[in-house]
């Protein structure tokens, strides 16, 4: 029998690449997305399953579920990808915007994990994988909500294996750089115009936009996060973390290797700050 790869966020990006990708491989395909109507080219492929989910959605989740079992019998792997980025200065970010930064990249994946893992328990086997950044490890300018999200999405994961290894179910943890073309083109950014903070904030922006150099962060196709993602579930060691794109590669190594002042200045230098 095909196994069952369950996306949440697969109406673009990563998501619907991984969807594309493991589809072409001769998977079962659950896409999951707020808006199905963004899925019409997935939903005319064979063995792919476009359904409505929004993370933020409990009935929503749960019904997304029921569909995918009651399609393809059973989920093998679960890919925790929807969420989005949101660049800005802390002060300047509302309280209720925080909430839903949270909401969406935190509780919605606590949220649709806590509803598949009855079924890996009862099947005892299964991955669960989860989208994190190259930001839950290195928080960069003007990331501070973002990358709190993303560093919670590791902790998450790094608890969430001890827990699952004994009942045979897997954890992964994905960590893509800029993807595609620069981070806050797809970002949302606040900015209440805030005087103190605009010179660091136009600089900052520039080395994101690209304007100041073409190197610090090149990006990567989805495709080439999707390719990572089949790595991870097919890795049968207790490999947990994933770079995803030679930015994260760099980037992440660079953590390693250096001081947290050696990392400060160098990001410093990087975004001219």
Do not use: C
């Not at 690449?17 to 998977?27: C, P, S």
């Not at 093998?76 to 990808?81: K, Q, R």
């Amino acid at each position: 029998m095909n196994k069952t790869i369950f996306i949440t966020g697969a109406s673009s990006g990563i998501g619907k690449a991984t969807a594309i990708h493991f589809q072409q491989k001769g998977w079962n395909v659950v896409a999951t997305m707020r808006n199905t109507e963004s899925g019409k080219d997935l939903a005319d492929l064979q063995n792919v399953l476009v359904t409505r989910l929004d993370v933020t959605d409990s009935s929503s989740i749960k019904s997304a579920v029921m569909a995918a079992v009651k399609k393809f019998q059973t989920i093998d792997v679960l890919l925790n990808n929807a969420g989005y980025g949101m660049l800005g200065t802390l002060e300047a970010t509302p309280i209720a915007t925080i909430r839903e930064q949270y909401n969406v990249n935190v509780i919605g994946l606590l949220e649709t994990t806590q509803t598949v893992l009855p079924i890996m328990r009862k099947q005892k086997s299964g991955t669960i994988v989860n989208i994190s950044s190259m930001g839950g490890r290195v928080a960069l300018p003007l990331g501070s909500v973002y990358g709190a999200t993303k560093y919670a999405v590791e902790g998450i994961s790094e608890a969430l294996q001890y827990e699952l290894e004994p009942l045979g179910i897997n954890v992964k943890i994905i960590e893509p750089g800029v993807i595609t073309s620069n981070f806050s083109k797809s970002a949302a950014f606040n900015d209440e115009n805030i005087s103190d903070y605009k010179v660091v904030v136009d600089k900052i922006m520039k080395t994101y936009k690209g304007e100041e150099t073409n190197d610090t962060f090149p990006g990567s196709a989805p495709n080439t996060v999707a390719e990572v993602i089949d790595i991870a579930i097919h890795d049968t060691t207790n490999q947990l973390r994933f770079p995803a794109g030679n930015d994260a590669e760099q980037m992440l190594e660079a953590r390693a290797k250096l001081s947290d002042g050696e990392m400060i200045t160098m990001l410093k230098e990087n975004f001219g700050i």
